[in-house]
């Protein structure tokens, strides 16, 4: 069924954070999640943990690029009243701000910016994506005023080749870790200008997933420090209920592993890969989130190794706007949706004769991922 559908060493001004902040799950038992890009590896464990572990409500925005797959949500969440899907980009500041609105958004999680995807393909769209539409998503979230936490997804790339300590400069050799920098800062910027409660974890380049082997070929260092997806959830949990203050927290394992002894183990070329104790450091977290990698790590890599090659969604998440659906193609085109099972709305507002604004409000509510118009292609009401 359709679902509902040259390098500048830079340091940032440290807030103080509060000692002692109230547990929101203390305040408010029951509050209304929105993770964006949640359809990725880490935002979709993170909306099971939310979903099984919590009774909260669930909204995910994606756009549906890079790697995402609607399935790797478990059908009863997808099909769960307390769980919603909104198809779009959070460079739409109108549509984030609606859903924001439309959900009565308590808790943020920003899970887009470490789409590693686009941001390698070009380093300008990388920068674009990762920077505007963060500033379009802090725009929203100021303008709502009601948003309690969020938290920011960041990565290890930050640091290049500095020290990997929250309090050390940041000196990214990559794209990706420039830009990530850079929706950083602007984030700082948001707190010390509207005392938003914003913060950001640095997980590390080592997730594994079924994207790591891809990540370790464009690794920048000889070593990676590696973190299972279900420790990467937990400490991502553990930080959005102190997120404020601009604050930020290292989530990663407590040792690195060989670039290429890891890729061979995954290829079933080698035993076991070598380790070291981490330059990654967790302490922080560890002494402010009581936050500590449990999971077995040779054995999450076997698991990564045993598995086959991931499945593509067979199923559609389109969301389709109509115009002109009343016609005899607008008709025979709803006709077919309906035996494919794709989800569409027939557009209540028509281009000219609606003003410009309704057309753009009704785009902004119904939240398409495609938009098509029949008006004028045959002859009928349509």
């Avoid at 995910?60 to 790697?67: A, F, M, P, S, W």
């Avoid at 609607?70 to 009863?76: A, D």
């Avoid at 998440?317 to 016609?327: E, R, T």
Wanted: net charge neutral.
């Amino acid at each position: 069924m359709p679902v509902k559908v040259e390098q500048v060493p830079t340091t940032f001004l440290m807030i103080p954070l509060d000692p002692e902040p109230e547990r929101l799950e203390e305040r408010l038992p029951k509050m209304s999640y929105l993770v964006t890009g949640g359809l990725g590896s880490l935002g979709s464990a993170l909306i099971a943990h939310l979903y099984e572990n919590t009774s909260n409500r669930i909204t995910v925005l994606d756009n549906l690029k890079g790697r995402t797959d609607i399935l790797q949500i478990p059908q009863r969440i997808r099909e769960s009243d307390r769980f919603t899907l909104v198809i779009g980009d959070i460079g739409n500041e109108q549509l984030v701000l609606h859903t924001l609105k439309d959900k009565s958004v308590d808790v943020v999680i920003d899970c887009t910016a470490r789409d590693q995807s686009v941001i390698d393909r070009s380093p300008t769209c990388g920068a674009r994506n990762a920077i505007q539409g963060l500033t379009h998503l802090l725009n929203a979230i100021k303008d709502y005023g009601q948003v309690r936490r969020f938290l920011l997804v960041s990565c290890q790339t930050v640091y290049g080749l500095s020290d990997g300590v929250e309090s050390a400069p940041l000196t990214p050799v990559s794209w990706r870790g420039a830009a990530l920098m850079s929706a950083e800062a602007m984030l700082h910027s948001y707190v010390v200008s509207y005392q938003l409660p914003l913060a950001v974890v640095r997980l590390s380049y080592g997730l594994i997933n079924d994207s790591l082997e891809r990540r370790l070929d464009s690794s920048d260092t000889a070593n990676v420090n590696l973190i299972t997806v279900e420790d990467a959830v937990r400490g991502v949990v553990a930080a959005v209920e102190r997120a404020q203050n601009a604050e930020v927290w290292n989530i990663g394992g407590p040792r690195d592993y060989s670039v290429e002894q890891v890729k061979q183990f995954i290829n079933g070329k080698s035993s076991a890969p070598s380790s070291q104790p981490s330059k990654f450091s967790t302490e922080k977290a560890s002494k402010e989130l009581d936050f500590y990698a449990k999971n077995d790590l040779v054995k999450a890599l076997t698991a990564l190794r045993n598995s086959s090659q991931p499945i593509h969604s067979s199923g559609s998440v389109a969301k389709i706007l109509l115009y002109g659906s009343k016609g005899w193609i607008g008709r025979q085109f709803t006709q077919m949706l309906q035996e494919k099972n794709i989800a569409y709305v027939e557009a209540a507002t028509r281009p000219g004769s609606d003003t410009d604004d309704a057309i753009r409000e009704e785009i902004v509510r119904v939240a398409p991922s495609h938009v098509i118009s029949m008006i004028g292609r045959t002859q009928g009401e349509g």
